[in-house]
């Protein structure tokens, strides 16, 4: 009997401590509003603490306030996916004030009917990472949208991963055509993408194309007439080769069957003018956050302006303000330490005492830098279906080094010398590297 006594003590003990695990678990906001990690992607977590330290295991320096930034780091298709998510997990660990953090918090590739903006939402202590916005509306709204949500924000800092259009369109061959098909894209197998571009490439002309030849100084990046032409060359490529294939029609077994460079066209059709249609996206929304900036810089003049009224409310209301980094997601792949690095000098404060956010020393940042390029090399040996699709390890050097493979290249070749796309790629490369240098011709 003393025996069942001390058993039935012993488990009513583990009962009651299991259950006090989980009621903390439930009750802490923290842990209710995080988004779930991804073991697999998140290795960065295997190789350091949950919060970084230093090795005298000091905390970086958190410059308090009572409402502190909000964090939005926006990419597209085959722009960063897990990056993003690691660079999140480094904001995390670093910034002990934020709260929160959302992936998708609002729709990717919606906007509201009338404004042609998502309706953001943001709140300050909290971190974003979205996919594929949709920033066709004015200018105006969507800075409205961006720092009046709620009105006691300090401000947004903005991450804004880009990429070179040509290695997002092979990057995005490469990965749809892989065998077995990558988990979460059966859609492929029963998507007929011609029927899809033309459902939607008339929509996404007037979307895109009033910021692409509406823009005071703005050089055409392509033209109306280019939208019926890019459909033709998928119908093309589709429906002339759609006997030949005996286990069905679907988009998948395209790219499975047709020469890479055939199967490279077809599937820049779909990035560009599909359901999709990233690679513009990212155009628009490099322009749409340029016109911010501009207009951030007249915010005593926008403080007058009616669809912003708001701002008029008070002198703090001067202090808010959209801070964008642009960043190239082929940086990360080359030099993931360098590009690291980057990102941590943006996210850190520096001589502004008032300014939100952390300090991290210089020595804090190489070692934070140094872990996430391990991680990342780790990946490409590894064989990382998101990456070695693209890339190869240099292993002729003694320094660890990531290079373009060379099928990669050959495929680029035939992309640039594409009539069409040559000419429609070629233009928004130079805005993504006259972004990524600070210069704009474009505006």
Same mark, same amino acid.
């Not at 890339?391 to 070749?413: C, P």
């Not at 805005?431 to 006259?434: A, I, P, Q, T």
């Given at each position: 009997m003393a025996r069942k006594k001390v058993r039935l003590c012993l488990l009513a003990a583990i009962g009651l401590t299991f259950l006090g695990v989980l009621l903390r678990h439930v009750n802490d906001p923290k842990r209710l509003h995080h988004v779930r990690h991804d073991d697999n992607l998140n290795l960065l977590h295997r190789n350091s603490s949950r919060r970084l330290s230093t090795p005298q295991q000091q905390q970086p320096q958190l410059l308090h306030s009572s409402e502190g930034y909000t964090y939005l780091i926006i990419h597209y298709h085959k722009s960063g996916h897990i990056l993003t998510q690691n660079l999140r997990d480094i904001l995390l660990q670093i910034d002990p004030s934020t709260q929160r953090n959302y992936i998708d918090r609002f729709p990717r590739r919606q906007h509201d009917p009338h404004t042609k903006c998502p309706h953001l939402t943001l709140h300050p202590n909290t971190i974003y990472v979205q996919s594929s916005p949709d920033f066709f509306c004015d200018v105006n709204v969507l800075a409205e949208e961006l720092l009046s949500r709620p009105t006691k924000q300090r401000g947004v800092k903005l991450i804004h991963l880009v990429r070179n259009p040509f290695k997002m369109a092979i990057s995005n061959y490469k990965y749809h055509s892989q065998d077995p098909l990558p988990e979460g894209e059966n859609w492929m197998k029963r998507t007929n993408p011609c029927a899809?571009?033309? %459902?939607? &490439?008339?929509?996404?002309?007037?979307?895109?194309?009033?910021?692409?030849t509406t823009t005071p100084g703005a050089y055409r990046l392509m033209e109306y007439d280019d939208f019926p032409i890019i459909q033709s060359m998928c119908h093309r490529l589709y429906n002339n080769n759609n006997q030949q294939f005996f286990h069905g029609p679907g988009f998948y077994m395209h790219l499975l069957n047709l020469p890479p460079t055939e199967g490279l066209i077809l599937a820049t059709t779909y990035l560009l003018l599909g359901h999709g249609g990233d690679i513009l996206r990212m155009a628009n929304n490099i322009i749409k956050l340029r016109q911010l900036q501009l207009l951030e810089q007249k915010i005593i003049h926008l403080r007058q302006h009616s669809s912003l009224r708001q701002f008029r409310k008070s002198e703090e209301s001067k202090k808010r303000k959209v801070q964008v980094l642009t960043m190239s997601m082929d940086h990360f792949i080359l030099h993931p %330490?360098? &590009?690291?690095?980057?990102?941590?000098?943006?996210i850190s404060s520096k001589d502004d005492d008032h300014d939100g956010g952390v300090r991290l020393s210089s020595q804090e940042k190489e070692?934070?830098?140094?872990?996430?390029?391990?991680?990342?090399?780790?990946?490409?040996t590894a064989g990382d279906e998101h990456i070695t699709s693209l890339?190869?390890?240099?292993?002729?050097?003694?320094?660890?080094?990531?290079?373009?493979?060379?099928?990669?290249?050959?495929?680029?070749?035939s992309l640039r010398e594409n009539v069409i796309f040559g000419r429609i790629l070629g233009?928004?490369?130079n805005?993504?590297?006259?972004s990524l240098r600070g210069v704009h011709n474009w505006y």
């Open positions: 899809v571009i033309d %459902k939607s &490439a008339a929509v996404y002309a007037q979307l895109v194309m009033k910021t692409l %330490k360098a &590009a690291t690095i980057q990102f941590l000098d943006y070692e934070i830098a140094t872990r996430y390029e391990q991680m990342y090399y780790e990946k490409v890339l190869s390890k240099n292993s002729d050097e003694e320094d660890s080094t990531v290079v373009m493979s060379e099928s990669s290249m050959k495929l680029e070749t233009n928004i490369e805005l993504v590297e006259e």
